[in-house]
T-cell receptor, first 112, second 113 residues
Framework: DSGVTQTPKHLITATGQRVTLRCSPR?????VYWYQQSLDQGLQFLIQ???????AKGNILERFSAQQFPDLHSELNLSSLELGDSALYFC???????????FGPGTRLLVL | QQQVKQSPQSLIVQKGGISIINCAYE??????FPWYQQFPGKGPALLIA?????SEKKEGRFTISFNKSAKQFSLHIMDSQPGDSATYFC????????????FGEGTQLTVNP
């Protein structure tokens, strides 16, 4: 158990809908990262937050957004969902700016 | 653009054998190279990591070999066990840029008993 929790574990929704994925980092970790894992794209970095501020952006679509709250939990919002958004979404956390990342169990999103 | 290339895509070894997975990177700014292990239905878990100031790092049965001039690094699993059967990902990051990980494509390892 990495200490990173993600909810929900599974999510089934329809095209055009909006969902919110939640991540609670390990106790004391200030940095949160979001990754997408799909069969065709592999594991890809989406976005990073550090102590509430966005620090880095990767291949994140404009339909996706994220935020980190004062209690350090983070949410990833996916809107106008398309079939191709079906994937595993992982959250990872690290203590500081450049330390080991610990991954959560992921949220499996299926868009029908 | 795939900045980290990993091979092979899949690997089958016998119990007790040596598993070798290779990765090559393009961006010379990368300065942190971790390997992650992922079991079905689980998130990736850090196995071992290396920085470019050393050429080899060993932790138990797992060894990373690093060749800075060739921009390549590899994972060696000695005395492979059926419990090692998983997907392995190499990754690279620039620590001064927040350590966002760029992953290889993954290698599915099967260790036969």
């Amino acid at each position: 158990d990495s200490g990173v929790t993600q909810t929900p574990k599974h999510l089934i929704t329809a095209t055009g809908q909006r969902v919110t994925l939640r991540c609670s980092p390990r106790s004391g970790d200030l940095s949160v990262y979001w990754y997408q894992q799909s069969l065709d794209q592999g594991l890809q970095f989406l976005i990073q937050y550090y102590n509430g501020e966005e620090r880095a952006k990767g291949n994140i679509l404009e339909r996706f957004s994220a935020q980190q709250f004062p209690d350090l939990h983070s949410e990833l919002n996916l809107s106008s969902l398309e079939l191709g958004d079906s994937a595993l979404y992982f959250c990872a956390s690290s203590a500081r700016w450049s330390e080991t990342q610990y991954f959560g169990p992921g949220t499996r999103l299926l868009v029908l | 653009q795939q900045q980290v290339k990993q091979s092979p895509q899949s690997l089958i070894v016998q119990k007790g054998g040596i598993s070798i997975i290779n990765c090559a990177y393009e961006n010379t700014a990368f300065d942190y190279f971790p390997w992650y292990q992922q079991f079905p239905g689980k998130g990736p878990a850090l196995l071992i990591a290396i920085r470019p100031d050393v050429s080899e790092k060993k932790e138990g049965r797992f060894t990373i070999s690093f060749n800075k001039s060739a921009k390549q690094f590899s994972l060696h699993i000695m005395d492979s066990q059926p419990g090692d059967s998983a997907t392995y990902f190499c990754a690279a990051a620039i620590e001064t840029s927040g350590s966002r990980l760029t992953f290889g494509e993954g290698t599915q390892l099967t260790v036969n008993p």
